[in-house]
Structures are given as C-alpha cells and as structure tokens.
C-alpha cells in the first residue's frame, strides 16, 4: 500500500468547548465545539478515510479487516486516539487508571496513558499537572475540604510545550489553551473536581472521587521529558517521547526531505503550514489541519513544503 490515507476528524461538543477549531480549517457543529477526533477507532468516535482504495471505510474498518497495513500487528482494537483540544474554558480536573484497573472495572477498557502538545494558548494559560498531597490521607482531607487551591499544582504554559501524562497523573487542560493530545485508545476519565458547572439543564456532571482516589499517584511526580533533536535534510525532527504506549515526535519542514517509512504505522497530523508528499511518482498535497496515516508498506517518499507536522507511532 503506497497510498496515504486521509481521514475525515468527528468533533465532540463540550460545556468546555469554543470555536478555535476553526483554524484549522474545519467546519465545527456549534460554538461549544471542545474536541476533534483526528485518528479514532473507539465506540464513542470513528474517523473516516477520505480518500483512495478505502474511502468511507473506518480506522476501525481498516484494523479489522485490512491489519496488513498495520504491519500484522495484534490486538483487538487500533492502540492510539489523535485528538486536538480547544479549552475555551477550563477542562474538569480528573484522572485516569492504567489498563490493569481499566479492564477490571470498566469492561475491559483499556487505561489512558497520554500526551500534550501545546499549538497555542493565552499568554497567562496553565495546566493542573500533579499534585501537592504527601499522603493518600492527606490527599482524601484536601478533596473533603474542598482546599483545590492547596492541592493542586498548577504550571504555566506556552506554545511548543510538550507534557507526558501517565495515568494515574491529577491533571487538567487550563482555560485558553488549544492541544494535541496523543494517547491510548480509551475514553475512561474520573471526574475529581468540576467547579461547581452545572449543565444546559442546570445538572452537575458527575464525579468520581472514590475511583479517582484508588488510581491517583500519591505522592505526585511530574514526569520530565528530554526532547531530543535531529535533523535530515531540510526536515528538524524533535523526539519528545518514547513509551511503551506511543512515540511522539515533531516535524519541522523547510524545504524537501526523502524518507523511508519503517514503522508499523505511523499517524501525522499537520498543525501548521503546508506541502506535498510524494511517493512512487504520485504527488499528494496537505495543509494545516490534515491528518494522515502512513501504512506500514509505504516505502521511500518525499516531504516538500513549509509545515509543522506532530507524529505518532508505537
């Protein structure tokens, strides 16, 4: 298969979202549009390819069905979920479980393990990242005392940063802030604290403090990352992160580039700029908010144009 695909993003509204989607091209259903599914293979969202031999057929499709463009790989769902993330307004400070106590309690769901990169944000924008509690009992005092400030930990932001986020991690996306998140395949999220937001119809979301204390890390720690950078050709490649869940990586193109896939797969989701990808003598062009999937027997292909691209591969 020497093809990319291109897959058609689903958006989810949120009582968070806004409408700087838009930027990326993107015709959004309402002013409260907080997510875009860029590569889904879940119940709760399915991106469509949009072009090519499968057109109209699911990444969930094209994992069951056509697993020689993933390299053979095993499992029985598509490992990650690409979405970007307009917080128009601050996201709900929760947590999530790794897979052990995902599949035990939430029907063999796997756990949610992921990662931010920072495409914008208001000058004054923060992230929750961890926490403050020494002690598990120190933590259940704080959340009974209703003492947020005093628990949670709270760190600037900018664009172009890059933050890992293990499960387990207290965290949520700060008001102002527009994000690429790669992550595991799984939409389980426990709900620690949501300001007191009610609803359209005047209901408060749900919260689950009981989960969210069992799977919380206690005492926190805020994983550091060393990005590391190469360059080939005209192409500067950031390696922010390698886990046994994704890899995650930041390409800035000036110019051309031949490259040689020899991945599984490999996703890219382009945040800004545009340019051309040719491979076997076919030329396919992309702009800021396209999102591409390469499969595993792409081959050599060239990269032209100037953009910005962040990839994501196991």
């Known amino acids: 298969m020497t093809e990319p ?8 509204e949120r009582i968070w979202g806004g409408e700087k989607l838009t930027t990326f091209g993107y015709e959004i259903p309402s002013n409260r549009t907080g997510e875009c599914w860029a590569f889904a293979a879940h119940e709760h969202g399915q991106s469509i390819v949009k072009n090519g031999k499968y057109k109209g ?5 094209l994992w069951d069905n056509h697993r020689e463009l993933f390299g053979n790989m095993e499992g029985d769902r598509f490992p990650l979920l690409t979405k970007i993330l307009d ?6 400070v929760q947590v999530h479980p790794d897979d052990k106590f995902a599949n035990r309690y939430e029907n063999g769901e796997l756990g949610k393990t992921e990662c931010w990169y920072i495409v914008d944000c208001d000058k004054e924008a923060e992230i929750i990242f961890g926490h403050h509690a020494k002690s598990r009992e120190q933590f259940i005092q704080l959340i009974n005392d209703g003492k947020w400030d005093e628990l949670l930990h709270k760190v600037s932001v900018k664009p172009g940063d890059f933050f890992f986020v293990p499960s387990g ?6 008001k102002g802030i527009l994000i690429l998140e790669t992550q595991q395949n799984s939409d389980t999220t426990y709900r620690v604290y949501d300001y007191g937001r009610v609803d359209s119809n005047g209901n408060k979301r749900e919260l689950h403090i009981e989960k969210s204390i069992q799977v919380a890390n206690i005492p926190s ?25 994704f890899t995650v990586h930041k390409w800035k193109l000036i110019g051309h580039v031949t490259l040689k896939q020899t991945k599984p797969f490999q996703l890219l989701s382009v945040i800004s700029g545009e340019g051309y990808i040719i491979v076997n003598n076919q030329t396919f062009s992309f702009q ?9 027997e792409f081959g050599d292909f060239v990269l032209k144009g100037e953009s910005e691209i962040i990839v994501s591969h196991l």
């Not at 695909?5 to 989810?12: A, D, K, S």
């Not at 057929?57 to 499709?61: F, G, K, N, R």
């Not at 917080?87 to 709900?92: G, P």
């Not at 805020?222 to 869940?245: A, H």
Request: aromatic residues 8%; negative net charge; glycine residues 4%.
């Open 5 to 12: 695909l291109f897959f058609i993003p689903i958006f989810q």
């Open 57 to 61: 057929e699911s990444l969930s499709d």
């Open 87 to 92: 917080a128009n307004d601050d996201l709900s």
């Open 169 to 174: 991690t207290i965290h949520a996306i700060g």
């Open 221 to 245: 720690h805020q994983p550091k990352i060393n990005p590391q950078k190469t360059t080939i050709d005209d192409l500067e490649i950031t390696t922010f992160i390698e886990t046994e869940f």
């Open 288 to 296: 800021k908010g396209d999102h591409i999937l390469l499969p595993s």
